[in-house]
């Protein structure tokens, strides 16, 4: 079958640094994703990994090693407003099948504290 | 429109009710994706539209739901005959047709069955 597995809660103070894990196992595999969602609003994309390494957007970096079917999400500078759900997701056919849906973790809840 | 919108915000039904969401996907985008969410956890696939054609309804308990995606309408999902379980926030999401890996998200509609 198809899962990914993160943590399902973290904890951290502002201005600290969290690291949001991510383990999958699909049948295929075609790009990490990353979503937001602030108290079950619509979710935003936050990063995408197509290859392996570290993509870095601001305060928010994630990282890929798909020999490992392994990412996170780096949030740096941690702000009250990053308190949130995140989700990782993966797509498990190719560019060309780009009606395929994400299958999504089941998130992690994230609270920042002052 | 550069958003996703989905009507209702919310809706009630009683069990054995029908309901019906709509979704209108932002305009140009050729995608489109219905996800259910309980309790904030994870996203449950529905089905994908690609234009008006089906793409990929592997996630659809079809006895009770239908969706549709007709030209120069809004898309649809309804649901025959509700049963309690069916409570949950329905998300609908697009996509461009090349390129990008994001989904953009719609608000959701917030579906009670009593």
């Known amino acids: 079958g198809q899962s990914l597995e993160q943590p399902s809660e973290v904890t951290a103070v502002e201005g600290a640094i969290v690291q949001i894990n991510c383990t999958y196992q699909?049948?295929?595999?075609?790009?990490l994703s990353w979503y937001q969602q602030h108290d079950g609003g619509a979710p935003t994309f936050l990063s995408y990994?197509?290859?392996?390494g570290l993509e870095e957007t601001g305060r928010f970096s994630s990282f890929l090693s798909r020999s490992d079917s392994y990412g996170y999400l780096l949030l740096q500078e941690l702000q009250m407003k990053d308190s949130a759900s995140y989700f990782c997701a993966v797509r498990d056919r190719g560019e060309k099948q780009a009606g395929t849906a994400l299958i999504f973790g089941k998130g992690t809840t994230l609270s920042v504290s002052s | 429109g550069e958003e996703v919108a989905q009507t209702p915000k919310h809706l009630v039904r009683g069990e054995g009710q029908k309901a019906k969401l709509y979704c209108a996907p932002i305009k140009g985008h050729s995608y489109v994706f219905w996800y259910q969410q309980v309790l904030k956890n994870e996203f449950k696939f529905l089905i994908s539209f690609q234009n008006e054609n089906v793409f990929d309804e592997t996630g659809m308990p079809k006895e009770r739901f239908s969706a549709k995606c007709l030209p120069n309408s809004p898309c649809s999902l309804e649901i025959q005959a509700t049963k309690l379980e069916d409570s949950a926030v329905y998300f609908c999401?697009?996509?461009?047709?090349?390129?990008?890996?994001?989904?953009?998200f719609g608000p959701g509609t917030r579906l009670t069955v009593t």
């Open positions: 699909t049948s295929g595999f075609y790009g």
């Open positions: 990994n197509g290859l392996d």
């Open positions: 999401a697009s996509r461009p047709t090349a390129g990008a890996y994001e989904q953009y």
